[in-house]
């Protein structure tokens, strides 16, 4: 804990902690040294973990990043957290994210951008920035974060670390706060295969306050030992061909498919006639509920309330147009417009059934093949003075982690070597729902 203790000390002007709980931390890891003593330790004990500022741990203040929040303290645990210390995990800060997770490259959080600990000019990536950069950065073993649209996957890639987003409804969001709550996820950054496996069994799971979940429990998503089985893989013809992909992805991804089937693996182009479609259909859809979510900060229940409001009115008014920041602002409203009388079957319920047909698609290429393979992100991390004038361009960055969001797949962002960048690059591999088991094990491989 001390050593991590000092790493964050150390690289402060990477701004990934929004909060470090120092003094407990240390606390803790006295008292589960006596207990890995007396052999009557849990699975995590010595397990330093950072948490995304969006998840609820008990007496502690959860912002996820926003003004809205600054000061809100949880007054009760997360499920995860729940169980992570019951494995007696040690929880060591929160981490900055962009505000309420909107975002892939952490610029849009009230505390500021962070930096990416490979080049401090660029972007960590985001919403997970700050969580990833932490492991990156050798200031915790492990994060959690979540995963909408990609947070986890792409922070990941940006920082040469391993980000995996389980099935939808694998884990409880019980105690994390909603952005758009058919998508939203738990998911990992670590620097191993192993420890993604570990975090994620602990936390996964049946949990009566999420009603969305899966209710079987897996058992294990350990890594089969006889993981030489060949695989079938699936890369999008659509994905290779795209214009405006990053030459060094490219090569990357060309240099994967060579591996793999040097390997010994089939790996095969498919026609995914959709991909133009996944990022609109996603937008649509994540706004219209994240305004819905984003209703309940009104500046009467919690979080904050401007001084200068007179009437209920100017309160709701005041409070939200000052405490939230701009993106969210913007997908409030464009959420408000979608969901509206006259506008709803023109978006909302179009994209839904676009929902269906991606969602069919991709199974459809899952019945033949064991796993698709796609980049994680189309370029690698870009520079934080980079001017967004157009929010499009961020939103593109997602164009192939929303594929896996759209049709609750597990994925996972792994590190490749590549000749042509000195950045960080991913390459992502979705499976089945449900083969968490198949699709970790297959990554240890790859690696
Ligand atoms: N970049 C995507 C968005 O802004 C993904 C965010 C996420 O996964 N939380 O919606």
Redesign the pocket.
């Known amino acids: 804990v001390k050593d991590y203790l000092s790493q964050i000390a150390l690289n402060s002007h990477l701004n990934a902690f929004v909060e470090v709980f120092e003094k407990e931390a240390v606390e803790r890891a006295i008292v589960i040294g006596e207990k890995l003593k007396n052999n009557t330790a849990g699975r995590l004990a010595g397990m330093v973990i950072s948490i995304k500022d969006n998840i609820l741990y008990k007496g502690h203040k959860a912002s996820a990043s926003s003004k809205i929040l600054e000061n809100y303290k949880a007054i009760y645990s997360s499920t995860i957290v729940e169980r992570l210390l019951a494995e007696d995990a040690i929880i060591i800060g929160r981490c900055n994210c ?1 505000e309420f ?4 490259s952490n610029q849009n959080s009230y505390y500021g951008a962070v930096k990416n600990f490979a080049d401090n000019a660029r972007v960590p990536g ?2 997970s920035g700050g969580s990833a950069v932490s492991v990156q950065a050798g200031m915790c073993h492990a994060a959690i974060g ?6 986890v996957r ?1 922070p990941a890639s940006f920082c040469g670390i391993i980000g995996f987003k389980p099935t939808y409804g694998r884990i409880s969001r019980h105690g994390i706060i909603a ?1 758009a709550s058919s998508f939203d996820q738990v998911g990992t950054l670590t620097r191993s295969v192993e420890d993604a496996v570990l975090l994620t069994e602990v936390m996964a799971g049946p949990d009566q306050y999420d009603s969305t979940l899966i209710q079987s429990k897996a058992d294990s998503y350990g890594i089969e030992t006889a993981g030489t089985a060949k695989k079938k893989i699936a890369y999008l013809k659509e994905a290779l061909e795209r214009p405006g992909l990053d030459e060094a992805v490219k090569t990357a991804l060309e240099d994967t498919i060579a591996n793999l089937k040097a390997q010994g693996h089939t790996v095969e182009p498919v026609s995914f006639e959709y991909l133009d479609y996944v990022v609109p259909t996603y937008y649509i859809l ?1 706004m219209a509920e994240a305004s819905s979510n984003l209703a309940r900060y009104d500046g009467v229940h919690y979080g904050y309330r401007s001084p200068n409001a007179t009437d209920l009115t100017s309160t709701y008014k005041l409070s939200r147009s000052e405490g939230f920041g701009k993106e969210v602002k913007r997908r409030i409203m464009l959420g408000t417009f979608i969901l509206s009388a006259g506008y709803y079957d023109a978006y909302y319920t179009k994209a839904q059934k676009m929902r269906r047909l991606i969602r069919d698609k991709t199974f459809e290429i899952l019945k033949e093949y064991d796993l698709i393979l796609t980049p994680t992100a189309p370029e690698p991390a870009f520079r934080l003075d980079r001017e967004e004038k157009d929010p499009v361009v961020s939103y593109l ?2 164009i192939f982690t929303v594929q896996a969001s759209l049709a609750g797949l597990p994925a996972i962002s792994l590190p490749v070597k590549n000749k042509s960048s000195k950045l960080p690059l991913g390459m992502q591999l979705s499976a089945k729902p449900l083969a968490e088991r198949e699709l970790l094990s297959f990554s240890k491989i790859f690696l």
């Not at 997770?101 to 892939?104: N, Q, V």
């Not at 979540?146 to 947070?151: A, C, L, M, N, Y």
């Open positions: 962009d997770a909107m975002g892939a985001g919403s979540t995963d909408t649209g990609g947070s792409q952005y994540t960055s997602d």
